[in-house]
C-alpha cells in the first residue's frame, strides 16, 4: 500500500501545509485510519478510493488529523488531487463524496488545482469571552463561520498585529468548536496578497496550521466583500507559508494552488 506526503498550497517542497495521501480500494475501519494519521503526525492525513461509475462522486475521500476526524479540509483534498493527476489515475476533474457533500478538484495544464468548495456562511457574533487575551489581540469584528469549517474568524486591526501574534493556545481551545481564524488586510498590496491570515486549531491537535483551504472558503466571502473583489490572493504566514488564490462565486469558493510529492513510500502496517 503507497503512501504519499505532499506540500500543498506550495511552488517548492518544505513549503505551504504536508498532507499525507493514502488511496485504498475501500476504507477500513475508522481506528486503522486514525491510527495512521497519528501516525503521519501532520495536519491531516487524507484517504481515499474509487467509486463506481455513473455516481454523483468518482472519489470517495475523508480526512483525519492525529487526533481526529474533520468534515472538511482543503490541503489535503489538493493534496489527493494532485497524487491522482500525477500519477494518472485521473485525467479531468475529480468529484469526491465528503462529509462536506461533493467536492471538484481541476488540475490545470500549468499543474495548478482548483477546488470547487462550498462558501462558508458568516454571521457576525459576538466575542467570546476570554479570547482577546487567549489571542493577544483585541478583535475589530468577530463572525461564526458556519457548520463545514466550524471556526470564529476575527478580524484584527492590520497585518503586523496578525504576524505578531503568540496565542495560548490551551486557553484559545475553549473560545471555538475548531478554532480561531486570525485575519487582517494585507499592508501592501503590492506583494502579491490581498489580505493576511494564521490558523489555530488546538482542539483538534493542530496549534496553528500551516496553510489551511477550508479556512479560505470564509476568508474569500469576508475580504471579498470589503474588497469590492471576487478574486483575491490569501498569505497565510505560518513559519512554512503559503499563497490561495480565492474566487467568490456565490455559494461556491474556488481556491487554487500548486503542491509538491516530497515522499512516496510504503505502508507496510496490515
Known sequence: MRIRIVDAFAERAFAGNPAGVVLLDAFPDDEWMQNIAM?????????????????????ALRWFTPVAEVAMCGHATLATAHVLSTTGVCAGPVRFATRSGVLIASAGADGAITLDFPTAPLTRVDAPAGVADALGAEPVAVFDTGPNVGDLLLELADEKTVLGLSPDHRSLGACSARGIIATARAADPEKGYDYVSRCFFPNVGIDEDPVTGSAHTALAPHWSGRLGRDDLTGLQASRRTGLVRTSLRGDRTLLTGRAVTVVDGELLTP
Open 39 to 59: 501516525e503521519v503526525n501532520h495536519a491531516e492525513t487524507a484517504f481515499a478510493h474509487p467509486l463506481p461509475e455513473g455516481g454523483d462522486a468518482d472519489w
